[in-house]
Nanobody
């Protein structure tokens, strides 16, 4: 049974940095495209970043481009999201997700999801 477990969330101040991690088990991590999404209170889940199998292709939402970096370590079955210069509008529950058929910004296309980790940025 596939399982994704996120970690690294917390309460920080605007301008601070956080690194989220998502470790996978029960699936062939190196064969899955990975994505990060977030959902703020009373808002829909939105795309943040996605990465290809080997890490050579990465896409970002315009709102995080230049501040966030997605990476992966296939040997550790882990995908990361380095978040710098955090803003209050980045406050949300962050989810990682996995899919087998290519990078995608559509959350509905991902087969596996983690439980989420809360990121709160105070002004």
């Amino acid at each position: 049974q596939a399982q994704l477990v996120e970690s690294g969330g917390g309460l920080v101040q605007a301008g601070d940095s956080l690194r989220l991690a998502c470790t996978a088990s029960g699936l062939t991590f190196s064969s899955n495209y990975m994505g990060w999404f977030r959902q703020a209170r009373e808002k829909e889940r939105e795309f943040v970043a996605t990465i290809s199998l080997g890490g050579g292709i990465r896409y970002y939402a315009d709102s995080v481009k230049g501040r966030f970096t997605i990476s992966r370590d296939n040997a550790k079955s882990t995908v990361y999201l380095q978040m710098n210069n955090l803003k209050p509008e980045d406050t949300a529950v962050y989810y990682c997700a996995a899919r087998g058929g290519g990078t995608s910004v559509d959350p509905a296309s991902y087969a596996y999801w983690g439980q989420g980790t809360q990121v709160t940025v105070s002004s």
